[in-house]
C-alpha cells in the first residue's frame, strides 16, 4: 500500500523564523512529489519534484527531493502570519488507473507575529 | 477563482436525503477526481476520470454515485449517507501527462457537507 508521511503534524513558530517540514514516502512506480498549501479550502499547488538533488524555489519557499532515501523537504526561510496554512505533501505514482496522487495527513503550521 | 468550481459550499442534509454535489472545470484539463477530506485525516481519494470513464473507485460505498456526463463536469450523488460522512468534498482537474504520470491537481474551494 502506498504510503505519504509528513512531520512535524503541527508547528508553531514566530514571524522571521525558518522551518522545515519533512515528506517522507513509499510507493510503487513513483512519478512526482508535489507540495500544496491549503489555507481555508482549497489546496493551491506549490511545486512539483520529479529529479532527486534539483531545488526548487519560489521567493521564500524552496523544496528537494531525495530519491535514494525516499523523502523531500520543504523550506519556508523568513516566515510570515500569511504562511500560517497547512501543508500537503502528495506522491503521484502511475498505474493501471492513470494518475494516481497519495496525500500525506499535513503539516500544521502557525506562524505567530 | 481557481479555475474549478464547486456547488454548493455548503449541504446539510439528513440521512434519508437526496442530493448532488456539481463540479465544473474551466480549463481544458480531461482529468477529474473527488477528494474526501475528514478532520485529522489524509485526503481520501474517491474516484477518478480520464477522458470521461472511471478508472478509480477506491472501495467508496454505494451510496457515493459520481457522474461524469464530460470532461468538464464531474457530479457525486448522495443517498441515504450517514453521519460519518460529514466531511469537505473537494473536486479536483488535471492535464494526465503524455506518459500518463499524474500532473499538478487544481482544486476547487470545496463542498461542506454536514449530515444529521
Known amino acids: 500500500e502506498d504510503k505519504v508521511v509528513q512531520s512535524p503534524l503541527s508547528l508553531v513558530v514566530h514571524e522571521g523564523d525558518t522551518v522545515t517540514l519533512n515528506c517522507s514516502y513509499e510507493v510503487t512506480n513513483f512519478r512526482s512529489l508535489l507540495w500544496y498549501k491549503q489555507e481555508k479550502k482549497a489546496p493551491t499547488f506549490l511545486f512539483m519534484l520529479?529529479?532527486?538533488?534539483i531545488e526548487k524555489k519560489s521567493g521564500r519557499l524552496s523544496s528537494i527531493l531525495d530519491k535514494k532515501e525516499l523523502f523531500s523537504i520543504l523550506n519556508i526561510t523568513a516566515t510570515q502570519t500569511g504562511d500560517s496554512a497547512i501543508y500537503l505533501c502528495a506522491v503521484g505514482v502511475n498505474n493501471n488507473a492513470g494518475n494516481m496522487l497519495t496525500f500525506g495527513g499535513g503539516t500544521r503550521l502557525m506562524v505567530k507575529p | 477563482e481557481t479555475g474549478v468550481t464547486q456547488t454548493p459550499r455548503h449541504l446539510v442534509m439528513g440521512m434519508t436525503n437526496k442530493k448532488s454535489l456539481k463540479c465544473e472545470q474551466h480549463?481544458?484539463?480531461?482529468?477529474m477526481y473527488w477528494y474526501k477530506q475528514s478532520a485529522k485525516k489524509p485526503l481520501e481519494l474517491m474516484f477518478v476520470?480520464?477522458?470521461?470513464?472511471?478508472?478509480e473507485n477506491n472501495s467508496v460505498p454505494s451510496r457515493f454515485s459520481p457522474e461524469c456526463p464530460n470532461s468538464s463536469h464531474l457530479f457525486l450523488h448522495l443517498h441515504t449517507l450517514q453521519p460519518e460522512d460529514s466531511a469537505l468534498y473537494l473536486c479536483?482537474?488535471?492535464?494526465?501527462?503524455?506518459?500518463?504520470?499524474?500532473?499538478?491537481?487544481?482544486f476547487g474551494e470545496g463542498s461542506r457537507l454536514t449530515v444529521l
Open positions: 520529479t529529479s532527486s538533488g
Open positions: 480549463l481544458g484539463h480531461n482529468a
Open positions: 476520470y480520464n477522458f470521461k470513464e472511471q478508472t
Open positions: 479536483a482537474s488535471s492535464q494526465r501527462g503524455l506518459a500518463g504520470g499524474p500532473g499538478e491537481l487544481f
